[in-house]
Each structure stands twice: as C-alpha cells, then as structure tokens.
C-alpha cells in the first residue's frame, strides 16, 4: 500500500480557491496501479467523494461539485492535486486524499490523515 | 444518485456483545459495497470490500452480508478497541461513488 499526506492552507476565504496537494511515497502517482482520490468529511458529518484521477489525465468528478472542482498530478513531484474554486463555508471540512488500487476497484484502502480546511474571511 | 441509509446511527454496546449495523441502498447494488471503520481524528479504515471480503489484517470478528439493497455488517464480540464510527459505502454506480451517513459505535 503506498503512503498519502496532504498538505495546504487551513484556512481559505470565501470566494477564493481551496488548494491541496497530496504527497504520495511507496509507490508511483504513474504506474497506472492506482485510481488518486479526494473525498472530504463536513464537521461530525458523513463522508462526501469529490473526484479522482487516473494515469496523470483521466478524471472523473462529483456531478455535485463538477463545475468547481479540479484535479491533477505532478508527476516530477508524485503528489496530485485538488482545486476546488469559488468557496463558500458550506465547503468547510476535513480532506481526505485516498486511493483506490486498480485490481479493487471501488475500495479506497489508503488514506492520508486528512486537512483541515475552515472557509472564513 | 444512489442514497446509502444505516441504521441505527447511533448505538451503545457492551464487551462482548454481537452488535449488527444495517445498510439500505436506493437501488440494487448488487455485491459492490464496503465497510470502514473510523476513529476520532483519524481517517477511515477499510474492513469490508464487496460486501463480505474481510481485507487483509482486519480482525476476523469482523464480517459483513448481503446483496441488492440490503446489507448488514456484524461484530461478533464487541471489544473496546472497536468503538468507532462505521460507514458503510457504494461503487456500484461507480465512479460515483456514496457514503452512509454512519453509525456511532459506544461502549455501555
């Protein structure tokens, strides 16, 4: 199983874009064995997924949060990278960076720690 | 969008005890559904995969059943270091893919 920490600002203000990377180590962001995940998890709340990408280009996202959300790799680095524009406090949670390996489809089975992201002027 | 409903969401055990959390999924989703536990400040954990697969070096107390619409995930001796939320989720509809809303697990 490879290792995620995520990493970026706290705290973001509303209208502004949130930014978070994910630093991957024990294996390769282009090996194609894994599916790169961003899920988040609203205070005492359930767990929301917010996209993924595949193989550095291939993307797929929440129908709720398409036309706000981005998601890329730096290969050079092996890290991948959320955007997620035009906040409100709504999008205050906790982000997760997660992976799902291609042969278990469906089953995020490494997660980062998570980061905190408050929305606040 | 396929909605996940668990239940109950909240619920007190005792050491030892056979605890059961259910799943209802708003359509069939056949067999693809997994189990994650969650502890306070921490990140969730897969225990389940394809609705009754235990992933490895999860506990063997640990197991899940059922397919379509109707799943159940069960405890079969409640130890203390179990107490935690557990969530189950769907990828039947994949990639989109949804969570319950959880079931708080504490000790009595």
């Known amino acids: 199983q490879v290792q995620l920490q995520e990493s970026g600002p706290g705290l973001v203000k509303p209208s502004q874009t949130l930014s978070l990377t994910c630093t991957v180590s024990?294996?390769?962001?282009?090996?194609?064995?894994?599916?790169w995940s961003w899920i988040r998890q609203h205070p005492g709340k359930g767990l929301e997924w917010i996209g993924y990408?595949?193989?550095?280009?291939?993307?797929y996202y929440n129908p709720s949060l398409r036309s706000r959300v981005s998601i890329s790799v730096d290969s050079s680095k092996n890290q991948f990278s959320l955007k997620l524009n035009s906040v409100t406090d709504a999008d205050s949670a906790v982000y997760y960076c997660?992976?799902?390996?291609?042969?278990?489809?469906?089953?995020?089975?490494?997660w980062g720690q998570g980061a905190l992201v408050t929305v606040s002027s | 969008d396929i909605q996940m409903t668990q239940s109950p969401s909240a619920l007190s055990a005792s050491v030892g005890d056979r605890v059961t959390i259910t799943c209802q999924a708003s359509?069939?989703?056949?067999?693809?559904l997994n189990w994650y536990q969650q502890k306070p400040g921490k990140a969730p954990k897969l225990l389940i995969y394809d609705a009754s697969s235990l992933q490895p070096g999860v506990p063997s107390r640990f197991s899940g059943s059922g397919s379509g619409t109707y799943f159940t995930f069960t405890i079969s001796s409640l130890q203390p270091e179990d107490i935690a939320t557990y969530y189950c989720q769907q990828y039947d509809n994949e990639p989109s893919y949804t969570f319950g809303q959880g079931t708080k697990l504490e000790i009595k």
């Open positions: 359509q069939d989703i056949s067999k693809f």
């Open positions: 990408i595949y193989s550095t280009e291939s993307t």
């Open positions: 024990g294996g390769s962001i282009s090996s194609g064995n894994y599916y």
């Open positions: 997660a992976t799902e390996d291609t042969t278990t489809k469906g089953s995020f089975d490494s």
